[in-house]
T-cell receptor, first 110, second 115 residues
Framework: EDQVTQSPEALRLQEGESSSLNCSYTVSGLRGLFWYRQDPGKGPEFLFT???AGEEKEKERLKATLTKKESFLHITAPKPEDSATYLC???????????FGKGTLLTVNP | DADVTQTPRNRITKTGKRIMLECSQTKGHDRMYWYRQDPGLGLRLIYYSFDVKDINKGEISDGYSVSRQAQAKFSLSLESAIPNQTALYFCATRSSGQGANYGYTFGSGTRLTVV
């Protein structure tokens, strides 16, 4: 059974304090590892896809990396507007279904 | 207009009632999905459809049914709502022609409360 586990469940940072979110996965035939941002009351918003170990992608203060078992979302010098729930999902198998983790609630205090 | 539109945004219904949640998309995607989101459980797949004639059960399909009326429309029905179906429901779309760099596009969600 495919599994995606995110840690920590919640993370509180001060503005400018860099940190990382973890996503570990067990997926048969991984075809893509996705990161989403979700704001309260809204649908998840696509951030990145990674599909091979060693790959990295960046967007503003966010950088996602991938190994054979884990993905990390690094947040550099975060701002309060980065506060959101960050979801990790793994897509695998012939049907390319996504299995989601439970998310990390990030709060950045000014 | 949003790429993926869900209606209603909020709904309160009584136990035993039939309710339909609707999803329409303007992205021209062939693949559509219904997920539910519960606090502490994350997003779980209910049903998915690869085209109008291809509908598949997800991991938690019991108590739900779907209808793909057209490529752009995918409805989720609760035949007899029960309180543990209270959740946030999301519709998502994807094109089979897109590469792995494109994730799903989600709607804004329907918050359903069954009392």
């Amino acid at each position: 059974e495919d599994q995606v586990t995110q840690s920590p469940e919640a993370l509180r940072l001060q503005e400018g304090e860099s940190s990382s979110l973890n996503c570990s996965y067990t997926v048969s035939g991984l075809r893509g590892l996705f990161w989403y941002r979700q704001d309260p009351g809204k649908g998840p918003e696509f951030l990145f896809t990674l599909y091979s170990a060693g790959e990295e992608k960046e967007k503003e203060r966010l950088k996602a990396t991938l190994t054979k078992k884990e993905s990390f979302l690094h947040i550099t010098a975060p701002k309060p507007e980065d506060s959101a729930t960050y979801l990790c999902a793994a897509g695998g198998g012939s049907n390319y279904k996504l299995t989601f983790g439970k998310g990390t609630l990030l709060t950045v205090n000014p | 207009d949003a790429d993926v539109t869900q209606t209603p945004r909020n709904r309160i219904t009584k136990t035993g009632k039939r309710i339909m949640l609707e999803c329409s998309q303007t992205k021209g995607h062939d693949r559509m999905y219904w997920y539910r989101q519960d606090p502490g459980l994350g997003l779980r797949l209910i049903y998915y459809s690869f085209d109008v004639k291809d509908i598949n059960k997800g991991e938690i399909s019991d108590g739900y049914s779907v209808s793909r009326q057209a490529q752009a429309k995918f409805s989720l029905s609760l035949e007899s709502a029960i309180p543990n179906q209270t959740a946030l429901y999301f519709c998502a779309t994807r094109s089979s022609g897109q590469g792995a760099n494109y994730g799903y596009t989600f709607g804004s969600g329907t918050r359903l409360t069954v009392v």
